[in-house]
């Protein structure tokens, strides 16, 4: 099983930038589509962005244009950069591996003058 760990959270202001990193330890990361999930208080998880083994990735129409997902397979790492970030976009970051079915404990990011 993959075992992950995210970080890289924490408070910006309204249009600044965050980088948010996965680190995953364990057997499979490479094949499997990793996936970054948030949620705001009073709602329901969503799925932000994703990108599965050949690179190729999708977006959700909220944060089109503004975040990119990226992975690093050598690493076992993943990556969110998140740019022109918005007071809407506060919300707790999870890191997923969708195959595998593992979560990591979250990053809070908060954005707000």
């Known amino acids: 099983q993959v075992r992950l760990v995210e970080s890289g959270g924490g408070l910006v202001q309204p249009g600044g930038s965050l980088r948010l990193s996965c680190a995953a330890s364990?057997?499979?990361?490479?094949?499997?589509?990793m996936r970054w999930h948030r949620q705001a208080p009073g709602k329901q998880r969503e799925l932000v962005a994703q990108?599965?083994?050949?690179?190729?990735?999708n977006y959700a129409d909220s944060v089109k244009g503004r975040f990119t997902i990226s992975r690093d397979n050598a690493k076992n790492m993943v990556y969110l950069q998140m740019n022109s970030l918005k007071p809407e976009d506060t919300a707790v970051y999870y890191c997923?591996?969708?195959?595998?079915?593992?979560w990591g404990q979250g990053t809070q990011v908060t954005v707000s003058s």
């Open positions: 997923n591996a969708y195959h595998d079915g593992s």
């Open positions: 364990g057997r499979g990361f490479s094949i499997n589509t």
């Open positions: 990108i599965n083994s050949g690179g190729n990735a």
